[in-house]
């Protein structure tokens, strides 16, 4: 894969991304999901079919678009990412409407859902949360009923600060994420070691190559760095490229304390 697309997805009440400063960052911003709401999947993509398909066009993270499915057809819209970062598709229909979402990613990595955690008076409403790297990603939505209907479609998110190797502090707030990006090479392994101080962990690493690991509750081989509860994670990556570190409380609490971020 050639470029960054890596899913995070941990179903949260608020969308919040927060900065990361060099020290401690103050929280700056909102997604409802930090981690995905759907596992990339290797099956293939369907064979072309006679189904009518309709161009929606260009979205950016905060737009909202009125879609009009064909009748047992699709559209494709095509979303343009400037920066890395946490960013999410979500439909908002009424009853009676089963709206699906697939996207791919400019790598080539996909990710499909059907009935998502998006707070939608419908419950059949969709809704993905991925990290994706800058590029056009391609996203479909259709009907699972083949009934050509009409329903909102938002896209959001924010690019994730540039962070550095090393020890810092972490500070979130209910319903955030601490999240920042940095660079590792093909063969080299990252690794993120939580302490929490006040709170209880959840932390996540997106790789280039579309990778994607999360530990709540460190495991018994992990290194004794830290408590039972603080997470540790490491990937090695198979690609050159940016990987994503992201921090949030467990129950979607606030949650603070110090990271080491190591690459080797």
Do not use: C
Request: overall charge negative; aromatic content about 6%; proline content about 6%.
């Amino acid at each position: 894969m050639a470029a960054l697309a890596v899913i995070v997805v941990v179903v949260l009440a608020v969308r919040l991304i927060s900065g990361l400063g060099a020290a401690d960052p103050e929280p700056t911003g909102a997604p409802t999901q930090p981690s995905p709401t759907a596992e990339p999947t290797d099956q293939p993509t369907q064979e072309p079919t006679d189904n009518p398909a309709s161009d929606g066009g260009t979205i950016v993270s905060g737009d909202v678009v009125d879609v009009r499915v064909p009748d047992e057809g699709t559209v494709t819209f095509t979303l343009v990412v400037d920066e890395p970062g946490v960013y999410w598709v979500d439909t908002f229909s009424e009853e009676d409407v089963d709206p699906v979402v697939e996207v791919t990613a400019a790598n080539g990595t996909r990710w499909r859902d059907d009935d998502g955690t998006v707070e939608s008076s419908n419950s059949y409403d969709a809704s993905l949360t991925m990290v994706l790297a800058a590029g056009e990603h391609e996203v479909v939505v259709n009907d699972l009923r083949d009934s050509g209907t009409t329903f909102e479609l938002h896209a959001g998110g924010e690019p994730a600060p540039a962070i550095e190797a090393g020890e810092q502090e972490f500070s979130v707030d209910d319903g955030g994420t601490w999240a920042g990006q940095l660079d590792v090479g093909a063969g080299q392994t990252l690794t993120v070691d939580v302490y929490d101080t006040d709170g209880d962990a959840i932390a996540g690493i997106g790789l280039v190559d579309g990778a994607y690991e999360e530990n709540d509750d460190r495991d018994s081989d992990a290194p004794d760095t830290g408590g039972n509860l603080d997470p540790y994670v490491s990937v090695e990556s198979t690609e050159d490229g940016a990987a994503i570190v992201l921090i949030w409380g467990y129950d979607d609490e606030a949650v603070s304390g110090t990271v080491s971020v190591t690459v080797e």
